[in-house]
């Protein structure tokens, strides 16, 4: 599993009955967009949103995110997360 940019890591990816689970980290210093293309994992049917944990812990909003059905994450970050912060997502296998 990997990721074209850095900043997204991918950490694990399983496949269960045509549902996967994908987590990984985010780091980033300042506030931008970040696209990534993510591959080692099944595509998505759809894109889909993702979910993001501040250090394990719901916190207000400050990334969002999708996974498109072409593997590319498309990342907003609107505060500095340069803590290894979690995502995780989801979605139905194409």
């Not at 400050?62 to 907003?76: D, E, H, P, R």
């Amino acid at each position: 599993m990997s990721s074209s940019d850095g900043r997204i890591s991918v950490d694990t990816c399983i496949e269960v009955a045509g549902l996967v689970f994908m987590a990984g980290r985010i780091n980033a210093s300042a506030y931008s967009w970040i696209t990534s293309m993510l591959t080692g994992c099944p595509l998505p049917v759809h894109e889909t949103g993702v979910t993001y944990g501040r250090n394990s812990v719901w916190k207000s909003p400050s990334i969002t995110g999708a996974l498109g059905g072409n593997g590319v994450m498309i990342v907003q970050v609107s505060d500095v997360v340069s803590n290894n912060e979690i995502w995780s997502i989801v979605y139905l296998k194409a």
